[in-house]
Nanobody
């Protein structure tokens, strides 16, 4: 089970940190990722972390994904936020270490936390 939180309303240029806490064992063996879904759009990959980190081009240099395997938590630090970053953000997990960016490759999902960036 995944529980995401930390979303909110922020002005353009501001920052937010999302957290996702996982229950269960062997957290370190899971590839973790953040996706987002804006109104009327499909859910899209944002960032992932397994043995290394990887990002969608639209967030490179602005977002940082990290994990704490002791706390079974994955984070998404978002900086220089833009109005187009407005979306519901979801954390996701799949067993393994291969980098994956397709939403259908992940089989565990959190409930989503909304992020609104005002201009």
């Amino acid at each position: 089970q995944l529980q995401a939180f930390g979303g909110g309303l922020v002005q353009a240029g501001g920052s937010l940190r999302l957290s996702c806490v996982a229950s269960g064992r062997a957290f370190s063996g899971y590839n973790m990722a953040w996706f987002r879904q804006a109104p009327g759009k499909e859910r899209e990959f944002v960032a992932g972390i397994s043995l290394s980190t990887y990002y969608a081009d639209c967030v490179k240099g602005r977002f940082t994904i990290s994990r704490d395997n002791v706390k079974s938590t994955v984070y998404l630090q978002m900086s220089s936020l833009k109005p187009e970053d407005t979306a519901v953000y979801y954390c996701a997990a799949v067993w393994g270490i291969a980098a994956m960016t397709g939403r259908h490759e992940y089989n565990y999902w959190g409930q989503g936390t909304p992020v609104t960036v005002s201009s």
